[in-house]
């Protein structure tokens, strides 16, 4: 996890302590998500000790996506991974909100979420990220604005194990996703992978979300609110 804090209204020391309660934060939850076992008898019950608002928003995202994400089908039992990751970083977000800080962005693996702006006042610029393409990091793919959002990226192979629907399909070679929250947009873009380009039957559905699916033959495809939200570079 990466902290970039950039609040103007609070001193250095104020920061490292918001920063120190981050990451106790993120620790505490972690210590309590434990490896899953085998899946429950209903889909919305706690399995193995893992927190029941991680397994409900599990079953969400399985009916947001039409099932394309669906951490139950996995062989051997139920396997939240990424959304369970989410949910532990979500608890470091609200541990620097709670601490005072108005204007931060939290990163890991490549994936962030936001609040405030990266100037640190309340300005409305948000935060400006530049994208690159997974298979060749040093590509720009694009740049996009971010405001008090989550954006998330799922590439085929390295997220291909995470795409947990049944039937998925190489057609893109990677999805990114911005909603409001992080684990909202893992989910959505490794469903989004699985799917192919017929996720943007549903993707326009959800609320405060946009999308950028880039093809296997590298077109750029995206949900209609993308536009004006940032620049796609095409591939060089």
Do not use: K
């Amino acid at each position: 996890m990466t902290l970039d804090l950039r609040d103007a209204g609070l001193d250095r020391l104020a920061l490292g302590r918001a920063a120190r309660r981050a990451v106790s934060a993120l620790h505490d939850a972690q210590r309590r998500l434990r490896p899953p076992g085998r899946p429950t008898a209903g889909r919305t019950q706690q399995s193995n000790g893992l927190p029941s608002d991680v397994v409900l928003r599990c079953e969400q995202a399985r009916q947001e996506t039409r099932g394309w994400f669906d951490p139950w089908s996995i062989r051997g039992g139920f396997e939240p991974a990424v959304l369970a990751r989410d949910w532990a970083l979500q608890r470091a977000l609200d541990a620097l909100t709670c601490s005072g800080v108005r204007h931060a962005m939290v990163e890991v693996d490549g994936d962030a979420v936001v609040i405030g702006s990266a100037s640190g006042r309340l300005d409305g610029a948000g935060w400006s990220l530049a994208l690159t393409r997974p298979a060749t990091p040093s590509q720009l793919l694009a740049d996009v604005r971010l405001h008090d959002e989550a954006i998330a990226t799922c590439a085929a192979p390295r997220r291909a194990r995470r795409a947990w629907a049944r039937g998925a399909t190489a057609r893109l070679t990677s999805a990114t996703v911005a909603a409001p929250d992080l684990a909202s947009a893992d989910a959505y873009a490794a469903a989004a992978l699985a799917h192919g380009a017929g996720a943007l039957d549903w993707l326009p559905r959800l609320v405060g979300v946009r999308a950028l699916l880039v093809t296997l033959d590298g077109q750029h495809l995206t949900t209609a609110n993308w536009t004006g939200q940032g620049r796609v570079h095409s591939a060089t």
